[in-house]
C-alpha cells in the first residue's frame, strides 16, 4: 500500500519539480536529445550493417557465377566443336545438294564417326544428322538410324528458314524412358550455295549440369543454382524443382540482362516464397543464362548475430544513460532544493536582522522620546515661569517703553511653546484630540496657505479623489504635519518646482508601498483609511540620510534652520493616530513621503475630554473675590510667579511647595475653595494627593496643571468628580477662567 502510494507520487512530483525548475527541464531534454541520437545513431549502424551484408554477398554470387557461366559456356562450345568438326567433314567430302546429304549422312562410315564424337564429351547424349526435310539421317547411338523427323521441332523450323552460321539452342525434352532431361544444339548445314541441306545436333545432357552445380556448395541447401535458355525456359536446377522446360517464376533476371550481360538483384517472389539475393549472367555467344541465388534469411544469418550483439550492448549502454540521467537530475534537484533552502535562510536572516534593527530603532526612539519628554517637561515649566511673571510685569508695568519689549519676550515665550509641542508630539507627551477631518477641505486649506506663501518659486497642485473618506485626527495636528512636510519640500527645492498635495482612498490591500528606506513603514496601514501624499521635485535623500530622516533632532539644514524634529513630529502623529508613515527619495528624483490616517467611523467622534482652557465656562469676577486658592508647586519659580499672578488677579492664595504641607494646610482646617495642582512633584505626586484628599471625603474642586495631561488621563477618570486637568504651558488669562470655572461648580454644589 505505502509503496504503491510512493511509486504512484513519483511521476507526479517528477512532473512538478519539471514544471518548477528550467535548468532541470534543459537537463532533462538534452538527456533525452542524447538518448534518442543515440538509438536512432544504432539502428542507422544496425541498416547499413544490413546493406553491407547484402552487398558482399551479390559481390561473392556475382563472382562465383562468372567462374560457372564459364564452365557452361565451355562445356556447350565442346558439343558445339564436336557438331563443327563433323559438319566440317561432311563439307570435305563433297557434299552439295539434299541427295549427297542423304548418301553420306546414312552411311556407316558417318554413324561411326559421329559415335566416335559423341563418347569423348560427356555432356553429350547423342550426335543426330537431319536431313532436308527433317528426317532422321544418322544416330550416334543406333545404326540405321530410327525413322522420326524432327521438322517440327523449333531449332529445325529456325535454321532450315534462316541461313546462319551460329548455333540455336532447342527446347529441352525429356526423355519417357529415364524421365532425364535433354536439350538440342543445332547447327545448320548448307551447300556451298547456301541451300539448306539439313542439321547437325547434339542431344546434350542436362543431368551434367545438374552434377556439376550440386557438387559447388553456394550458401545453406536453400541456395539455388539454375541454367535458363534466354529466352526464360527453366533449362536445369539444383536444387531440382519439376518444372524444367517451362518459363516458371518472375524471371526478373530477364529484364536485367536486356541492359547488361550481368547483375544483381532482391527477388522477393521466386520460384519459392521468400527473398534471394540473385547474381545472373548470360553465357558468352550462346543463349544460355545463369543464375546463383542465396536466400536473404541465409545471408543476413551473420548480421543477424551482429545486430543481437548491438542490440544488447546498446541496450546497456541506453539504460547506462537513463540512469545517469537520472542520478543526475535527482542531484541536480537537490541542489536546487539546497539552494533554495539557503535562500530562505538567508531571507529569513535577513528579515530578523530587519527586525532587530526596528526593535533597535523603537528602543532608541523610546530611550530618546522620554529623554525628550523629561526635558520638556522642565522646560514647560520654565516657559510656564517666564509666562506667568511676564504677565504680572505686563498688568504691573505704567511704563510704555517697556511694553515692546515685554510683547517680543512673550512672543519667545510662544515659540518656546510651540516648540515644546513639537517635542511632546514625537515623544508622545502631547495629548491628541482626535476627531473627524475632512481632508479635502484641510488639503485645500493648506494649499491655498502653501500658494500664499512659497508662491512664484515653488508651483503648488492639489488633488483629493472625490468621495474621499473622513478621517479620525487631530486636525491642528494633522495640519501642522503637513506643514513641517510642505516646507521640508520647499528647503529641497531651493531653485523652484513641483509640490504636489494628493488625498486618496486606501484600503490594506492597495496598502504594498513600503517606501525604499530608512525605518519607515511606521505601523502597520489600518484596514480602510486616506494616503495623504506629499511629492516634491527636489533634491531628494540619500540612502543614509534617508534612514535617519525621521530620527528627532536628526537634521541636514545649518543651525538655527532646522531643529529636526519636523519629521519625527508626523512620524509621531502617523503612529498614534493608528496610521502609518512611508517616504520614498533617491538623490536627485524628488521625495514623496506618504501618511496614512484610519478612516473615520460612521459615528461622531467623541469630544475631546476636558482638558480646560479655552474649553472651561468663565466665572464672574465676583467669584474670584471670593475664592481662596491652594496652590501646590514643587518648582518655587512657578510657584512664586503663578500666585502673583492670581493674587493680582483677586484670588487669595496660599502657597504649598509639595503634596505633604498640602494635606497638612487642609488638615488643620484652613478655608480653600479651589486647589490649584502640579503632578511631577518630588515624594508624594499630584494624583496621590487627590486620591488622599478624596479619601478623607473632601470633595474640593482640584485643577490639575501638568505637561503629562495625556497619560494622567486614564487615571484621572477613577478621581474625576470634581477635577480637571490643564495642559503645560497654561496662558494665565485660561488658568483664571479655568479656576473661576471651578469655583462657580464648587458654589453651584
Ligand atoms: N522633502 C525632502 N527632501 C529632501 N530632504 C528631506 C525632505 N524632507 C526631509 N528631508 C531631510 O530629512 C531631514 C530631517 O527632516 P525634518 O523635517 O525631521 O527636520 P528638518 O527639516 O531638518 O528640521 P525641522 O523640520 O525640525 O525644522 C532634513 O534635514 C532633510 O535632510
Ligand atoms: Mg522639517
Redesign the pocket.
Known sequence: MVVRSVWESWPARWVSHLRASRPLRLLVLSGAVALAVLVVALLQYILMLRDKEIAAAQRELATLNLSLAEQTARSIQNVDLVLTSVIDQMKAEGIASPQDMVRLGTNQETHDLLKAKASVVPQIDAVMLVGADGQLLNFSRFYPAPGISVADRDYFQALRDTPTDRPVLGEPVQNRATGGWTVHLARRISAPNGRFLGLAVGAIDLDYFQRLYRGLRVGDDASSISLWRRDGILLTRHPAIPDVGKPVGQRRFLEVLAKADSGEFLATDGLDAGTRVVATRAVGAYPVVVNVTRTLDDVLRGWRTQVMTIAVAGLVGVMALVLALWALARQFRAYEAAAQAMAETRRAMAGREQAELALRQAQKMEAVGQLTGGVAHDFNNLLQALSINLHVIEGRCQDDRLALPIRMALQAVERGATLTQ?LLAFSRRQPLRPERVDVAALIDRVAALLERTLGGVVRVEHRADPGLWPVLADANQLEMALL??A???R??MPDGGLLILEATNQTSRQATNPGNGGPHPTGSPPEEGVCIT?R?T????TPD??A?????F????EVG??????????QGLATRSGGGLT?D?QPGR??T?RLVLPRAGLATAPPPAQQGGEAAPTATPETANACSILLVDDEDLVRGATADFLTQAGFAVQEAADAETALGLLERGTAVDVIVTDHMMPGMNGLDMVRAIRARNNPIPILMVTGFAEELRSDVAEVAEGLSLLAKPVVPQSLVRSIRAMASLSTAA
Open positions: 513639537h513641517n512636510l516646507i521640508n519640500a528647503d529641497a506629499v516634491d527636489g533634491t531628494g535623500m540620510v534617508l535617519r530622516a525621521t530620527e528627532p536628526f537634521t541636514t539644514k534652520r532646522g531643529t529636526g524634529l519636523g519629521l519625527a513630529m508626523v517616504i527619495s524628488g521625495t513621503v
